[in-house]
């Protein structure tokens, strides 16, 4: 019986000098690998990817503030011109410069809400007809800006 206990016990001390050393190899290769300038690169790369994916479900952009704050110019602008022109009864010109609000804007279903419930039906119903025109004109204009960019002359 001793010799069983003693085996035991070897066996033990083998166990916890085994589980020891491995921690200390994980904490070891874990503090190297945390102090990689790379891995902290990838870190970060992967950060901002989950982040603008996670953006991008709930319909934000993530860009940086000068645009952001251009863009913010360019759709008060276009309501403004939009609600001007309205208002000397050009329903046409309105309706155009509102379906350039809805293009910058960057929650385009909540600002239709809005102006369902603000516009003449009248109005609204040339919008809602205009909205399709400008979507195709918007991807026209994409398509020939990256033909552009891709054109190495």
């Given amino acids: 019986m001793p010799c069983v ?44 990817a989950r982040q603008q994916q996670q953006a991008g479900g709930r ?18 602008q276009e309501v403004r011109m939009g609600e001007l022109w309205l208002s000397r009864g050009e329903h046409r010109m309105g309706v155009e410069h ?23 039906p009248k109005v609204f119903e040339m919008l809602l007809h205009k909205i399709p025109l400008i979507c195709q004109q918007f991807e026209a204009d994409m398509n020939e800006q990256e033909y552009l960019e891709d054109d190495p002359d």
């Fill in 98 to 120: 509102l379906s350039n609000a809805l293009l910058v804007c960057g929650q385009p279903q909540e600002l239709l809400k809005v102006f369902k419930h603000t516009l003449p």
């Fill in 5 to 48: 206990r003693t085996l035991l016990g070897l066996l033990a001390a083998l166990a916890a000098g085994g589980a020891v050393a491995f921690l200390a190899y994980c904490v070891y290769f874990d503090r190297k690998r945390r102090c990689d300038p790379a891995f902290r690169r990838r870190l970060r790369d992967k950060r901002r």
């Fill in 59 to 76: 319909g934000a952009q993530l860009w940086d503030p000068a645009k952001n704050e251009k863009l913010r110019e360019r759709f008060l």
